[in-house]
């Protein structure tokens, strides 16, 4: 957001380090997910016109959909010489199954004067004008990161799978070798009813807490690594 609290999005970002080498970031083109207009009805005194059109006369504020715009899609990394040094591409999942909208109101003055087909104008009636737009509640979710060749690592390629938290489950990276590591996240709730009579675990399940308590990577069938989160000392 700028100093006047409206939010500024870019498509692209370049950022340079002293050394000359630089980063280039391309999101989400605003294009694609443009706000939505807000359903407008008109109320003349006494009588609400439940005929519902779209406002378009800037009066009310939209449906925003900033939060499917400010999504990373390519990041490059380049040397002082603009070699490539490593790049990277994303891919998101809207998760519209989840999507919650919450309806809000907005009401201004569209002018007084009404023209009923029966008893002719009436200047006395003032004309309000109320504007229905939603902010909506959607899970974002990063599907694939993909990893081309560089000067410091090997393509690869990153998958995440969610649970019905939306919540990454586990998380898969495959490279063209045919190395697959797989990185396996434990929550609370993960745990059956009766190993979870464990009072902090019972605690952070209470408590909807969706952190991972538990992280098993293996590779090719082995174990590479095992930690489990202590729980903080305010549960």
Request: aromatic share 12%.
């Amino acid at each position: 957001m700028n100093i006047f609290g409206c939010s500024v999005e870019y498509e692209k970002v370049i950022e340079y380090l002293p050394n000359g080498s630089y980063t280039v970031n391309t999101f989400v083109p605003i294009e694609t997910c443009k706000d939505l207009l807000p359903d407008r009805f008109l109320y003349y005194g006494d009588m609400l016109d439940i005929t519902s059109q779209k406002e378009l006369t800037e009066k009310m504020p939209r449906t925003s959909l900033a939060w499917q715009r400010n999504l990373i899609k390519e990041s490059t990394a380049y040397a002082a010489d603009s070699s490539i040094v490593a790049r990277q591409t994303f891919e998101y999942k809207i998760d519209s199954i989840r999507l919650v909208p919450f309806k809000n109101h907005s009401v201004c003055s569209w002018g007084s004067g009404v023209f009923d087909s029966q008893s002719g104008f009436h200047p006395q009636k003032s004309v309000l004008l109320i504007g229905e737009y939603s902010w909506l509640s959607c899970p974002v979710l990063i599907t694939t990161q993909r990893a081309e060749k560089g000067r410091y690592n090997f393509p690869s390629i990153t998958t995440y799978d969610y649970n019905g938290s939306s919540v990454p489950r586990t998380i898969t990276t495959s490279t063209p070798d045919g190395t697959t590591t797989i990185k396996n996240l434990i929550y609370p709730n993960d745990y059956a009813p009766a190993e979870s009579d464990d009072t902090w675990i019972r605690t952070m399940v209470d408590r909807n807490v969706l952190l991972p308590i538990e992280e098993i990577t293996h590779r090719q069938d082995y174990i590479i690594e095992a930690r489990s989160i202590v729980p903080p000392d305010c549960l």
